[in-house]
């Protein structure tokens, strides 16, 4: 008998759901765009069924607005609900960071740094929809060591809400070479245990992020 393996089954939803979060955090599908079912199914070559069950899950995820009848909207946040999304953010994350940098192991250091090879990597490539979910696994890696579940599962949807934001104002504005700059930054911080550093570089980070995201999806609304 053969040996059996263990391999990775994912369902339509699933796949479905990860290629639509990709476009809406690459910017493919903008925001306040109508997504239809039928559209989709035609699409992706299946039933509305699991286009339906992929678009509940990125209305839960706060990505898309679901609408039972008509598809969905991708979700467009006010400028108000930007920069709150972003002072949340601050708050979680400077926490975790202030209280993970005491407990970083030397394990947690290095994949810290094999995810930063990974963004600047996407970086050069102009891979926009790859930088995201990096940008938000590495700043995970560096709080991990706070121990700090439930923060963390709130920062998690925070995180994929600001990211569509993130990722589109790096790529137009060509922010890549200061974005890198700061990442590693943080980490060499924290590598020498100096957590007052690294806390301030991490809200001064965050802040000019949020004042420059702000700024970008101002002037591409108003063109």
């Known amino acids: 008998?053969?040996?059996?393996?263990?391999?990775?089954?994912?369902?339509?939803?699933?796949?479905?759901?990860?290629?639509?979060?990709?476009?809406?955090?690459?910017?493919d599908l903008a925001e306040g765009e109508l997504i239809r079912q039928e559209l989709l199914a035609e699409e992706y070559d299946v039933s509305r069924m699991p286009i339906r069950e992929a678009l509940k899950r990125l209305d839960a995820e706060g990505l898309v607005v679901f609408q039972n009848n008509r598809g969905a909207t991708v979700t467009q946040h006010s400028l108000e609900e930007i920069a709150e999304i972003f002072d949340v953010r601050i708050l979680l994350e400077v926490d975790l960071f202030q209280r993970a940098i005491p407990n970083m192991t030397v394990q947690q250091v290095a994949e810290c740094e094999t995810l930063l090879e990974a963004m600047d990597a996407s970086y050069q490539a102009g891979n926009v929809a790859e930088w995201g979910p990096l940008n938000g696994q590495y700043h995970a890696k560096l709080y991990e060591a706070a121990g700090r579940h439930l923060t963390e599962a709130?920062?998690?949807?925070?995180?994929?809400?600001?990211?569509?934001?993130?990722?589109?104002?790096?790529d137009k504005q060509n922010k890549r070479?200061?974005?890198?700059?700061?990442?590693?930054?943080?980490?060499?911080?924290?590598?020498q245990g100096d957590v007052l550093g690294a806390t301030e570089q991490l809200r001064r980070h965050l802040v000019n992020t949020k004042h420059q995201v702000i700024e970008f999806v101002k002037q591409t609304r108003a063109q």
């Open 1 to 27: 008998m053969a040996q059996k393996r263990a391999v990775v089954r994912q369902s339509l939803p699933d796949v479905i759901t990860e290629d639509l979060r990709q476009r809406i955090l690459s910017g």
């Open 154 to 170: 709130l920062l998690v949807r925070v995180t994929l809400q600001a990211n569509r934001y993130v990722s589109m104002h790096i």
């Open 177 to 191: 070479e200061s974005a890198s700059h700061d990442h590693h930054e943080l980490l060499d911080l924290a590598r």
